[in-house]
């Protein structure tokens, strides 16, 4: 399994901003690669653990949780292994710890049943909104 380091994680007023960046262990393109697919998931105290978004590495299709539309952008870059999320607008219910995740071999990497049966995880960063 491939080895997902985060970072950026913090404190923040609501209706601010904060970045996160995952880097992976193995290259994420090229003839070596074997990641498709990096993404984020979130898991606030009492709650499972939940989508957040993800991006293909080669083409860079994203797919957003709807909470996440409009208001967090990821992206990728291949030449340092990483993928980013921009979080924008946010809100006292984004607090929570967030993992970067890496494609599962049975499943797509947005269905956490997928993740929890294959999928690499990060050890997570943690992300508080205060009000």
């Known amino acids: 399994q491939v080895q997902l380091a985060e970072a950026g994680g913090g404190l923040v007023q609501a209706g601010g901003s904060l970045r996160l960046s995952c880097t992976a262990s193995q290259p994420t393109s090229g003839p070596h690669t074997t990641i498709k697919s990096m993404g984020w998931y979130r898991q606030a105290p009492g709650k499972e653990r939940e989508f957040v978004a993800c991006?293909?590495?080669?083409?860079?299709?994203?797919h957003y949780a709807d909470f996440a539309e409009g208001r967090f952008i990821i992206s990728r870059d291949n030449d340092k292994n990483t993928i980013d999320l921009q979080m924008n607008s946010l809100k006292s219910e984004d607090t929570a710890l967030y993992y970067c995740?890496?494609?599962?071999?049975?499943?797509?990497?947005?269905?956490?049943?997928?993740?929890?049966?294959?999928?690499?995880w990060g050890q997570g960063t943690q992300v508080t909104v205060s009000s």
């Open positions: 991006i293909s590495l080669n083409i860079g299709a994203t």
């Open positions: 995740a890496a494609d599962p071999p049975g499943g797509p990497i947005w269905s956490l049943q997928a993740m929890e049966s294959g999928g690499s």
